[in-house]
């Protein structure tokens, strides 16, 4: 009887794996080194549904035409223990992808949660070329997710003997970490790092960070910032929803909602960051050659936007503010020190600023100024629900029709993809007025938690399906295109269902707004992408 139980154990676990298309199946906690397990480039490292106190994997490298995967198979992956420091870990690894998609009922397949220290994930060790998706973070004793190797004496982890390339998180929800929901880079890129080596004391320099990519993240309640990045000139930071953060920083200083470090620069766009304990996006000692657009900063306990420069800063680069809303500050709306810079703030809305002082400067620095509607009340705005934080505009807005042209920028859309303009010129903030029929709604405004309708695959090729607590009774589906027309609808009379999947084949690719209506009267918007 044994006998059978075990063989038909063994056969629904080989199933599964076939299911999965694993090349190695992992299914104890562990350390995995490459030269135990030869996974080669291209194949897959499935790690079963379970619970783990901690996985390593170690040496495991791809190539850039075909990285090594790792997915979850079965189900949910829980990995932690507060006996262990770290939940999971890469070291010295290249070209690999971590994924929580291996089961379409499971948004984040890998949940981490819990540690004894350290981050829940860590890149590091000399690891690059990473990708990081559909993973949920929580309990840590340190940051949600770290990537990088901080330099020692060993000059192939200094700059110049080691650059980190191409790391890609996305899609992922971080909560209640003790430290930042993310840290990618080293803090100190200008002024390098003391370290005594050969009983010589010198001073050393951190890695490059070539390629950064922080996209479609959701953060809640992060100890100290929601995001903080350095060492990275050429980052990408889009469309992160960032609340509450800097909750309870274990330093002084480190409570602002995001942070753009030392040795950076590029494009951050489309974010939301809400209820920041200081300052909503702080930037310090950036390299130029950044621009700030379409973002959304409300409830900051200092200013909503803070720049300075710092030893190592370009001079004579450019440094954009611009299409941003920022609403209710306990500092200055947008705060500048960064004198090296030439700094443009255009296109922006800023109203209930501390007394009044929208756009302030210090040690030299100075800014062209256009068309920025700034006001002592929110009403003014007329947003669609301040209260709800929805700062999506009405009609009637001054905003509307009233900003400058900045196609010259790069700018040709709104936070959520809206062509500009809409119509006859450009608006002000971070979005074009839409019909009501096509806004999207914001996530603060349903009963519902932000984590509680869950949309996926997004993008999606085929099917899309939309899942919402037990108890909840899907009454009607519509979807419009961005420019506000109906493309699908589908209405329910009986058997209502709190699940259903819905075919998006015929649909053209393109980004569209889903709007999802209860029984109870509940309407709750969302986004999602056709490919």
């Not at 936007?305 to 370009?314: A, E, H, K, V, Y």
Request: net charge neutral.
């Amino acid at each position: 009887m044994k006998t059978a139980l075990l063989l038909l154990i063994c056969l629904f676990l080989i199933v599964r794996a076939i299911a999965c298309q694993c090349d190695l199946t992992i299914n104890k906690s562990g350390i995995y080194k490459a030269q135990q397990y030869p996974v080669q480039p291209g194949q897959i490292i499935c790690v079963q549904a379970g619970t783990y106190t901690y996985l390593r994997f170690q040496d495991m490298q791809g190539t850039a035409a075909a990285p090594i995967k790792i997915i979850n198979c079965g189900g949910k992956v829980t990995v932690g223990d507060p006996a262990n420091y770290g939940g999971i870990q890469f070291y010295n690894c290249l070209y690999f992808k971590l994924t929580g998609s291996g089961d379409s009922q499971t948004p984040y397949g890998f949940l981490i949660n819990q540690s004894g220290g350290g981050s829940g994930l860590a890149i590091t060790n000399k690891s690059s070329d990473s990708e990081v998706e559909q993973v949920e973070i929580m309990n840590m004793a340190f940051a949600g997710i770290m990537a990088k190797t901080d330099p020692t004496c060993d000059p192939t982890t200094q700059r110049g003997g080691f650059t980190m390339y191409n790391v890609n998180i996305h899609d992922n929800y971080i909560h209640d970490v003790y430290g930042e929901g993310i840290y990618v880079g080293n803090s100190f890129w200008s002024a390098g790092m003391n370290k005594t080596c050969d009983n010589t004391s010198q001073v050393i320099y951190p890695h490059d960070v070539i390629g950064l990519k922080i996209y479609n993240n959701l953060i809640e309640r992060s100890g100290a910032e929601g995001i903080q990045y350095g060492c990275a000139p050429n980052a990408q930071v889009y469309r992160n929803t960032v609340r509450n953060p800097g909750a309870s920083p274990f330093s002084t200083y480190q409570d602002n909602g995001i942070q753009i470090g030392e040795g950076s620069g590029g494009f951050f766009y489309g974010n939301i960051i809400t209820n920041a304990a200081s300052a909503g996006l702080i930037i310090l000692g950036h390299t130029g050659n950044l621009i700030v657009y379409n973002n959304v900063i409300a409830n900051s306990g200092s200013n909503g936007i803070f720049c300075d420069n710092r030893t190592g800063s370009s001079v004579n680069t450019p440094a954009g503010f611009l299409q941003n809303t920022i609403v209710t500050t306990g500092k200055e709306g947008i705060k500048l020190y960064n004198e090296n810079n030439i700094n443009t703030i255009v296109n922006n809305i800023l109203v209930n600023i501390w007394q009044n002082r929208y756009i302030a400067f210090g040690q030299g620095a100075t800014a062209t100024q256009n068309n920025n509607l700034t006001n002592s009340s929110i009403a003014a705005a007329q947003f669609v629900n301040a209260s709800g934080l929805n700062f999506q505009l009405t009609n009637t807005s001054p905003a509307v029709n009233a900003g400058m042209n900045l196609s010259s920028w790069g700018i040709t859309t709104d936070l959520l993809g809206t062509s500009r303009p809409a119509a006859n010129a450009y608006d002000i903030g971070a979005y074009e007025y839409v019909s009501s029929s096509a806004r999207e709604a914001s996530p603060f405004e349903t009963k519902l938690s932000a984590t509680s309708m869950l949309v996926y695959p997004t993008p999606c090729r085929g099917e899309l399906t939309i899942q919402l607590p037990t108890e909840a009774q899907i009454k009607e589906l519509l979807v419009y295109d961005l420019n506000g027309r109906l493309v699908q609808s589908h209405l329910y009379y009986t058997n209502l269902e709190s699940t259903v999947t819905k075919d998006m084949t015929e649909l053209p690719v393109g980004s569209y707004v889903l709007r999802v209506s209860l029984a109870d009267q509940q309407v709750y918007t969302t986004r999602f992408v056709k490919m």
